[in-house]
Each structure stands twice: as C-alpha cells, then as structure tokens.
C-alpha cells in the first residue's frame, strides 16, 4: 500500500480471472511465454501447470517482496527477474529468447502516462511472434483505446467474479 504504483490491486487475482486469460491462449503451440507483473504468482502457478516442458516462462517483478516469493517456486522454466517490464527487450536478447509466443500482463497501467505507455506497447508489439497474442487485464475499458494503434485485434472479456471485476483485453496482430 506504501508503493501504489508497483502494486495494481488490493486482492490477488482471482482463480475466475486468471482461467479467463489463460483459455486465451493456445499451449499446443511452442514458443515461450512473458508474464509481466505477476504479484502473488497466481497466473504464474497456472501458467507453469498448463505449459509444455520446453517452454520458458519469464517473469518480471518490480516488487522486491513478490519477486523473492516467486524465486521459491522451484520449476526450471521459470526465470524471475526483478526489473521493470518495460525493460523486458534487454531481457529477450540477454536470454537468448525467441520472440515470446504470448505476453500475459497484470500491470497497472493505468498508472503509466501515455508516452511511457506507447513506447511500452511499441515495443511488444515489435518482439512478440507475428502469430502471437499480448493478454492484459484491467479494471476499465479506458486502455482500450491505448491498445488500437499497435494491434489489429483486440478483443475484450469480462470477469465478474473478481474483486474488483475486471476485463481481459486479447490482443494480436494476426492476419
């Protein structure tokens, strides 16, 4: 609560919004996979458990606290880093990463002002897949518009059963 701008929700996400994001995506397909803002590691958990075992998980926690906990989750995919998402291109070359298949996100964005949000977006959408999808949950539809200039589709869930009720906005450049 003393750090509003690192932490986007007062309750961790709930087991209804994480399965509306994670359906999104198709794990049959192989590629790896970004999770940005991950707090209390209740997407990341899912994440892990529907994964294949080739793939990587890369996680990026700003808050010291939530990092440290996700480091105790001990499955190899997985790679903690405590660092702002928006520095997650570094991360892509420094990990030798393919382009991520799918980028979940958990981020308060709302927070973000719009220069540091379309450089933000920018770059997602120039390292993700060309066949893959950026996941983002919010608690307004106010990002949508945010969300138009750097993808072709965006389409847009709703999740009552969270506190507070959010949507989940899916979004890809696919033809």
């Not at 529907?50 to 480091?71: D, T, Y």
Request: proline content about 6%.
């Amino acid at each position: 609560m003393r750090k509003p701008k690192t932490i986007g929700a007062v309750t961790p996400s709930s087991p209804q919004l994480v399965k509306k994001m994670i359906k999104a995506f198709d794990f049959e397909k192989i590629g790896d996979i970004i999770e940005f803002g991950p707090g209390t590691g209740n997407t990341t958990k899912s994440l892990l458990s529907k994964m294949r075992h080739n793939q990587k998980l890369i996680v990026f926690e700003i808050h010291p606290v939530f990092a440290k906990n996700l480091e105790k989750i001990k499955d190899k995919r997985l790679v903690v880093i405590q660092n702002s998402a928006e520095n997650f291109e570094h991360y892509i070359k420094k990990h030798k990463l393919n382009k991520p298949l799918c980028i979940f996100s958990s981020l308060p964005l709302s927070y973000w002002k719009k220069p540091t949000l379309n450089k933000f977006f920018t770059a997602i959408a120039k390292e993700i897949s060309k066949d893959g999808i950026y996941i983002q949950f919010a608690y307004s539809l106010n990002r949508h518009t945010a969300l138009m200039p750097f993808f072709k589709n965006i389409g847009v869930k709703f999740v009552l059963m969270n506190m507070p009720p959010a949507f989940v906005y899916i979004c890809s450049n696919k033809e």
